[in-house]
Nanobody, 119 residues
Framework: QVQLIESGGGVARTGGSLRLSCAAS????????IGWFRQAPGQERKFLAGIALRGGRTWYSNAVKGRFTISRDNAKNTIYLEMKDLTPQDTAVYSC????????????WGQGTEVTVSS
């Protein structure tokens, strides 16, 4: 079992920045990576970025590449998502997820943290 707790959401102005955190605990040694997702009102959840827990390989969706940065602090078992140049279209509930190993699907989910970007 892996437990994930997101934090760092809130209200930002257009053009502003936020840093989200995903604190992981439990059997993270079984996971290959952790990813960030978001779900805007009335829309499906979408993948944003992922990071390998060992080696640090990162990958991004084209929608946020260059604007969002995923990183990790292994000592704190925390994954971060730095978001810059925010727009109202970034308003969503942001969640992190851990897989059950490489080539498995995203399996464990946090509760999410809400981000609202005002114009």
């Amino acid at each position: 079992q892996v437990q994930l707790i997101e934090s760092g959401g809130g209200v930002a102005r257009t053009g502003g920045s936020l840093r989200l955190s995903c604190a992981a605990s439990g059997q993270t040694s079984d996971s290959y990576g952790i990813g960030w997702f978001r779900q805007a009102p009335g829309q499906e959840r979408k993948f944003l970025a992922g990071i390998a827990l060992r080696g640090g390989r990162t990958w991004y969706s084209n929608a946020v590449k260059g604007r969002f940065t995923i990183s990790r602090d292994n000592a704190k078992n925390t994954i971060y998502l730095e978001m810059k140049d925010l727009t109202p279209q970034d308003t969503a509930v942001y969640s992190c997820s851990a897989d059950q190993g490489q080539s498995s699907g995203w399996y464990y989910w946090g509760q999410g943290t809400e981000v609202t970007v005002s114009s």
